[in-house]
């Protein structure tokens, strides 16, 4: 896992931004697009500050959340298998990873590819500037050798980039199920959008967490140390110290659902009162136990998975799963 206190430090009070910075920023345009919404929503990747970065590490590592220990089995007991596929035939290959995070799962192949003479460049990609900073400093002196360039920013717009940096074939990581975390027509969208990144034989290595009993995913979202809790609050904390919001989050409650037919898990902020919320300039109005949606956990079948690859004009190859097959990491070839 990532050290997060060799990272940058939290930012300090918006007090010191000006008015019309913030006004001009993305995240606020987005905050106050989704908070005038009916229904209310927040986009998920705004969770990654550095304190959201903290708090997704302790997620990960609380007793309820599966995921990722069950991807973590099967880049441990697998990595010579899902190697073979990347290498192929031994030709130089670009390996971009779309949402790297601390790459703890990713750092078992980057390991074994450097062990084996595979000729690659690895290219993380994460909207997080704290993740690509902490991997451009550390991964070289963990993995002596590494060709490594990070890329801060948007997935759709550093895949651009990274596709062009060179003409070497390119394997695509999209890992901890992290296409979950859209509506199904929007995972399908994004599907296509990065077939059409890539060209006819590039490689993807995508996670999907898979349907199971409904506790248990449940539980995963709603862990008894209230770390998911804290993480999906944070949003409102982080609106509060980046966009001089005034959230009173005692005044929200967190609450997650699973619904078992369509696989959707999903989260939200409910207001506890009536009561009006100042972002700047702008005045949010919540009526008691009105709801903000906050983020999406879908869950899979196989069946689902290799549908969404043919739609997306891609050719399911293989399935890699862990030993109670509640995740898969599934390979598809761009045709």
């Given at each position: 896992?990532?050290?997060?206190?060799?990272?940058?430090?939290?930012?300090?009070?918006?007090?010191?931004?000006?008015?019309?910075?913030?006004?001009?920023?993305?995240?606020?345009?987005?905050?106050?697009?989704?908070?005038?919404?009916?229904?209310?929503?927040?986009?998920?990747?705004?969770?990654?500050?550095?304190?959201?970065?903290?708090?997704?590490?302790?997620?990960?590592?609380?007793?309820?959340?599966?995921?990722?220990?069950?991807?973590?089995?099967?880049?441990?007991?697998?990595?010579?298998?899902?190697?073979?596929?990347?290498?192929?035939?031994?030709?130089?290959?670009?390996?971009?990873?779309?949402?790297?995070?601390?790459?703890?799962?990713?750092?078992?192949?980057?390991?074994?590819?450097l062990e084996n003479n595979a000729g690659f460049t690895y290219l993380p990609i994460d909207i997080s500037d704290n993740v690509i900073s902490y991997l451009n400093i550390t991964l070289p002196v963990t993995l002596p050798g590494i060709k490594i360039k990070g890329l801060n920013g948007e997935y759709f717009e550093m895949l651009e980039r990274a596709a062009a940096a060179s003409n070497k074939r390119k394997v695509v990581l999209f890992l901890g199920s992290?296409?979950?975390?859209?509506?199904?027509?929007?995972?399908?969208?994004?599907?296509?959008?990065?077939?059409?990144?890539?060209?006819?034989?590039?490689?993807?290595?995508?996670?999907?967490?898979?349907?199971?009993?409904?506790?248990?995913?449940?539980?995963?979202?709603?862990?008894?140390?209230?770390?998911?809790?804290?993480?999906?609050?944070?949003?409102?904390?982080?609106?509060?110290?980046?966009?001089?919001?005034?959230?009173?989050?005692?005044?929200?409650?967190?609450?997650?659902?699973?619904?078992?037919?369509?696989?959707?898990?999903?989260?939200?902020?409910?207001?506890?009162?009536?009561?009006?919320?100042?972002?700047?300039?702008?005045?949010?109005?919540?009526?008691?136990?009105?709801?903000?949606?906050?983020?999406?956990?879908?869950?899979?079948?196989?069946?689902?998975?290799?549908?969404?690859?043919?739609?997306?004009?891609?050719?399911?190859?293989?399935?890699?799963?862990?030993?109670?097959?509640?995740?898969?990491?599934?390979?598809?070839?761009?045709?």
């Open positions: 896992m990532k050290n997060i206190e060799n990272m940058q430090a939290v930012p300090m009070a918006i007090g010191i931004t000006r008015p019309e910075k913030i006004k001009s920023s993305q995240f606020y345009l987005d905050v106050i697009t989704g908070l005038n919404a009916q229904p209310k929503y927040l986009n998920s990747k705004y969770f990654y500050d550095v304190v959201g970065d903290k708090l997704f590490q302790d997620l990960m590592n609380c007793e309820e959340y599966y995921p990722t220990n069950c991807e973590l089995e099967i880049f441990g007991e697998k990595t010579a298998e899902i190697c073979g596929a990347i290498m192929g035939e031994g030709d130089a290959f670009d390996l971009i990873e779309l949402g790297a995070g601390d790459a703890t799962k990713s750092a078992y192949l980057l390991a074994y590819l992290n296409i979950g975390n859209m509506q199904h027509d929007d995972a399908v969208d994004f599907c296509r959008n990065m077939r059409a990144h890539l060209s006819k034989g590039d490689m993807l290595l995508i996670g999907f967490d898979l349907k199971k009993n409904p506790k248990t995913i449940l539980a995963a979202y709603n862990d008894k140390e209230g770390i998911t809790k804290k993480f999906n609050l944070n949003l409102l904390e982080r609106i509060n110290r980046e966009l001089d919001g005034h959230f009173d989050i005692a005044k929200f409650e967190h609450y997650p659902t699973y619904d078992p037919e369509n696989g959707a898990c999903k989260s939200y902020l409910v207001s506890t009162c009536d009561q009006e919320v100042n972002i700047g300039a702008e005045t949010i109005s919540f009526l008691k136990d009105e709801y903000i949606f906050m983020e999406i956990s879908q869950k899979f079948s196989v069946i689902q998975t290799n549908e969404m690859a043919i739609s997306s004009g891609f050719k399911p190859v293989d399935h890699f799963f862990d030993s109670r097959k509640w995740f898969t990491d599934a390979i598809w070839i761009a045709e």
